[in-house]
């Protein structure tokens, strides 16, 4: 069975941590068991502790997951299934990571079977969402992606905000993101049932097509492609696709070829194996049917 995933994202300091432990804690109530990938800009893990011996955890410091650890998130990810039983996996971005970069390896062909993405819940911190006008445009950028790209919202520390402030910080939410949940909370305490059910308003699978959504398709390839069919096809799809990765059964290849693009750029790798001829691609406003037929139709 595939395993369930949720990305947590926020800025530094929101409450991820304080969302994580009820979340586990929670989890575990309901009998599943999680597993936890935790991403420190650090050397040093601080946060870890909070998480219980008897839950499996990986940590990966002193870098962002989103950038420079990329490579090691798919080993992690692949230890993690190897070596530890869990039926639901949280991973804890470092309040600096872009959360989409981190779907992608989740998205990665190689998990395609095993991990079920579930979506991205970002917690805000209210009081710095007040005070936003004091950070640079950069970081301002940053918390603006990390709450567009949510499914699910946790408006945080509005125990800092007065009844006003509170309505305010609701309304700019749901204007950033109005396809999200929103819970107002303090000390990020949210009904572990209101992040579960989050299923439908998943943004990556199947999304209807709002402007600011992202998506992804997976499609299995059948049969093998002829090499240029396949280029025509990335060519004519660059306009709404921004990643695109997978292992492409081209003609005259004894493996499936690993094919990576993202920002324009394509990347053909010989492969050396029979890896699973599984394609993603991430992009928004993307017609899920027409995609999926016109790359069936390059199976010859
Ligand atoms: N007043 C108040 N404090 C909170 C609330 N939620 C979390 N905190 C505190 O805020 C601090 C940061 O919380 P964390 O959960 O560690 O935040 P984080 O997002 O994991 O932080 P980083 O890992 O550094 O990015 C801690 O001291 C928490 O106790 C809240 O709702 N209200």
């Known amino acids: 069975m595939k395993k369930d995933v949720y990305i947590l994202s926020g800025f530094l300091g929101s409450g991820k941590t304080t969302l994580l432990k009820g979340l586990l804690e929670s989890l575990k109530a309901e009998g599943t068991k999680p597993a936890v990938l ?7 893990s601080i946060d870890s502790d909070q998480v219980d011996e008897d839950t499996a955890l ?4 002193d870098g ?20 530890e039983d869990f039926g639901v996996l949280v991973i804890e971005t470092t309040g600096a990571a872009h959360p989409v970069e981190v779907v992608d390896s989740i998205l990665s062909p190689l ?6 993405f579930k979506g991205i819940l970002t917690v805000v911190d209210g009081l710095q969402w007040k005070e936003r006008g004091s950070f ?3 970081v301002l950028h940053l918390m603006r992606e990390q709450i567009r790209h949510a499914s699910f919202l ?5 125990d800092l905000l007065t009844e006003m402030e509170q309505g305010t910080f609701a309304y700019d939410l749901q204007q950033l993101n109005p396809g999200a949940s929103i819970y107002l909370t303090s000390h990020s305490k949210v009904p572990v049932g209101a992040i579960t059910s ?17 998506q992804a398709i997976v499609h299995t390839f059948e049969a093998e492609v002829s090499g240029e069919d396949f280029e025509q096809w990335v060519h004519a799809h660059q306009e709404s696709i921004y990643r695109m990765k997978g292992y492409i059964p081209l003609q005259g290849r004894k493996y499936p070829t690993l094919f990576q693009y993202s920002y324009g750029m394509p990347l053909y790798m010989p492969g050396d194996m029979n890896y699973p001829t ?14 999926i037929s016109s790359l069936k139709s390059l199976e010859g």
Do not use: W
Request: charged share 25%; glycine share 8%.
């Open 136 to 138: 640079s445009p950069s």
């Open 198 to 214: 989050m299923t439908k308003k998943d943004h990556y699978e199947g999304g209807q097509g709002h402007t600011l959504t992202l």
């Open 58 to 61: 990986r940590e990966m410091l």
């Open 278 to 291: 599984n394609f993603v691609v991430i992009g928004e406003g993307m017609d899920r049917e027409r995609i």
């Open 64 to 83: 962002c997951i989103c950038c420079t650890l990329s490579d090691k998130l798919e080993s992690q990810l692949q230890d993690l299934l190897i070596k």
């Open 111 to 116: 998990f395609a079977d095993r991990f079920h």
């Open 154 to 158: 946790v408006a945080n520390k509005v």
């Open 38 to 44: 935790m991403n420190e800009l650090g050397s040093v």
